[in-house]
């Protein structure tokens, strides 16, 4: 796939999803860049303001096999995985496949399910495989996980532990929709949900060859250098505990090259980094004294970081180095 064919596609994939979710453009174009990096997202939110809507759209947007897990505590992880059962007319084995053999798995209130339920996934959102029994199974591509939690109600929650965070490209927000936003909101739905009538612009072929292709997008030394300063910065100050890990770090230069793309350039410029900086950094750090209302410290952090790391102004785009 050419980059100019994945700037198409995320502009129809956005306009498609915009047609259900009103006035947030730039989650929406975030939760793209997500997808068409290979990567995983975190919406944390109140109830209510349109994740599990968010979720639906994008997988009749890309026409792909969308499954939901509401994650309790009683969860177990063969609930979301599968599990080998008895066949006693056959007298053997047979592995009956778990929700997560889809495309686009949302994953409800993923921090009420038991660590054990939620280490689960781990394998899922990495390795894109299943173990059960020492059998290892393929799933399906592309395989996108959307996981909700809400930041509010904490009794009974398991919150996630560093290395289940450590697998979300972005955590992002939906937010309320408020003035001119909230009318056409009640405007879209007064007669019936769009989301029943919405159709496919693009299929799950045409996102796994995307995902294939945006490496071709060229990343400068300077701007390779500039993630490596901002990811180095986050391990350091007295108020850090824990940084972000070499694995955020390749998830921002992949995330950065998919942003480029979808803004129909065929190398990363600093404002893409700067841009993807706290939905693709701030979850990653864990802040002493705990993280604040909404992970406000971390993102407060990743201000003070953009602010002292000095940006690249040369030698950018690809005929620079010529």
């Not at 198409?8 to 793209?32: C, F, M, P």
């Not at 944390?44 to 759209?57: C, H, N, S, Y």
């Not at 899922?124 to 799933?139: A, F, P, S, V, Y």
């Not at 901002?230 to 998919?258: F, N």
Request: aromatic share 6%.
């Amino acid at each position: 796939m050419e980059l100019r064919d994945i700037t198409s596609l995320a502009r129809r994939i956005n306009e498609n999803v915009q047609k259900v979710i009103v006035g947030r453009s730039d989650t929406v174009e975030l939760v793209t860049i997500a997808l068409l990096a290979g990567g995983h997202v975190l919406l944390e939110d109140v109830p209510g303001t349109g994740k599990t809507v968010m979720a639906k759209t994008f997988a009749k947007t890309v026409e792909g096999e969308f499954a939901r897990v509401q994650f309790t505590p009683d969860l177990l992880p063969s609930d979301v995985t599968g599990s080998n059962i008895f066949n006693q007319k056959e007298m053997r084995f047979e592995f009956r496949k778990g929700p997560a053999f889809t495309n686009i798995l949302l994953a409800d209130e993923i921090n009420r399910a038991t660590p054990r339920t939620q280490s689960a996934l781990l394998e899922c959102m990495e390795e894109k495989q299943i173990t059960t029994d020492g059998e290892t199974r393929r799933l399906p591509e592309p395989f996108f996980v959307i996981a909700t939690q809400n930041p509010v109600e904490i009794q009974g929650t398991f919150p996630l532990p560093e290395a289940q965070l450590d697998r979300f490209l972005v955590k992002l927000s939906v937010g309320y929709a408020e003035g001119a936003d909230a009318v056409a909101l009640i405007d879209r739905f007064i007669e019936d949900s769009p989301l029943e009538t919405i159709g496919a612009v693009t299929t799950t072929a045409e996102v796994l060859d995307a995902q294939r292709s945006f490496s071709g997008v060229y990343v400068s030394a300077p701007v390779r250098e500039y993630i490596a300063k901002l990811v180095e910065a986050t391990r350091v100050g007295s108020d850090v505990q824990l940084g972000v890990s070499p694995r955020g770090m390749l998830a921002m230069l992949r995330a950065a090259q998919v942003a480029a793309a979808v803004a129909g350039r065929e190398y990363v410029l600093p404002d893409d980094v700067k841009r993807l900086c706290v939905p693709v950094f701030a979850h990653r750090m864990i802040m002493r004294g705990g993280q604040g209302v909404g992970g406000s410290k971390a993102v407060n952090r990743i201000s003070k970081i953009l602010s002292e790391v000095a940006v690249p102004t040369e030698n950018i785009a690809p005929d620079a180095d010529a």
